[in-house]
């Protein structure tokens, strides 16, 4: 493998001799250092990147975007939905009556096309 | 090729005939980082040559490793490492000519009596006649070892990344090329060149490796 451009290097002075000295020297780094590399070891392991499968109703793309991911977004979502039931409910609530006035307005129609009022109409209270 | 075979770790270009694509485990990483981060803090420490630098920069890549590439396969993992640690490294490099060039314009007020880095130094700490006694082989092992390191960090920066990737590492041209963002031709000039520079430094030096 190692044998592009040696030329005339000594014969005991070859790069894997060098090499081999240097890894006996890696070997023998003093405690504090393998201490700082072991601390450095454990802040890098702390913060790895882990594969997560995505949900199964997800598309994986932008869908789960639209999603809370924190307890406030959460909450937020559950106002914003209570909200949006309440403005329900009070035009569910305006739409009946409006239809219940439109029904007595209807009769009263039908009664002057027929010519059919009740007498109580033109009598004075 | 020998230290990653012997840390248990293939590189890519002979793990394709095992099809291997199993994402990499918490453990799997840790037992991967355990098994390169020594040779990382000495590849940054022979580029920038200060004990606390070397490991910011092996932390950094290792956290880059970690966050981005977590969950790739195993086998991916030594060369992703390396190009991480290279470019952590130049991003360094980068910062320090920053900072070098701030410094240099405000210490030329004020008078100088900071000293710059000398391998002599390293020779003479390692050389220590203060230090514990040992057989002589063991010392001389010892004075060769600090020698090649201080050649090393003297070393152009992408000759001594070449070097370290291609010798110490075990990675083809290939795959130092693609460590190094360069082509193969420049992997096998810098190579060249560093391999020279050394064996040239040993023999001045009067040294023969075992």
Known sequence: MNNDHEGEIPENNKPESIARLLTHSAEKIDTKTIEGLRRARNVALNRQSIHKPYFALSSGHTTHLLTPHSPQQWVAAIILLIAVLVSLAGYWHHGAEHDSNHHDMSHLDIAILTDDLPMEIFLDP | ?210
């Open chain 2, 1 to 210: 090729m020998v230290s990653c075979i012997a840390a248990g770790y293939l590189l890519p270009s002979h793990q394709k005939s095992l099809g291997a694509n199993k994402l990499a485990s918490p453990a799997e990483l840790s037992h991967f980082l355990e098994s390169v981060e020594r040779r990382a803090y000495k590849q940054a420490l022979y580029g920038v040559r200060n004990e606390q630098s070397a490991l910011d920069i092996v932390q950094d890549a290792m956290i880059k490793l970690a966050e981005k590439y977590g969950d790739k396969p195993a086998v991916e993992l030594p060369l992703l490492f390396q190009r991480i640690l290279q470019n952590t490294l130049h991003d360094h490099y980068r910062r320090q000519k920053v900072r070098d060039a701030w410094t240099t314009l405000f210490s030329s007020f004020s008078p100088k009596d900071e000293e710059e880095f000398d391998p002599l130094e390293v020779l003479q700490d390692n050389s220590n006649p203060s230090a514990p006694s040992g057989p002589e082989s063991l010392l001389e092992q010892g004075q060769t070892i600090a020698m090649i390191e201080a050649e090393l960090a003297q070393l152009p920066a992408r000759q001594r990344e070449a070097f370290l990737l291609r010798y110490w590492e075990g990675l083809d041209t290939t795959e130092t090329a693609a460590a190094m963002g360069c082509s193969e031709g420049s992997v096998k000039t810098h190579c060249s060149r560093a391999v020279r520079t050394l064996a040239k430094a040993l023999k001045d030096k009067g040294v023969e490796l075992p």
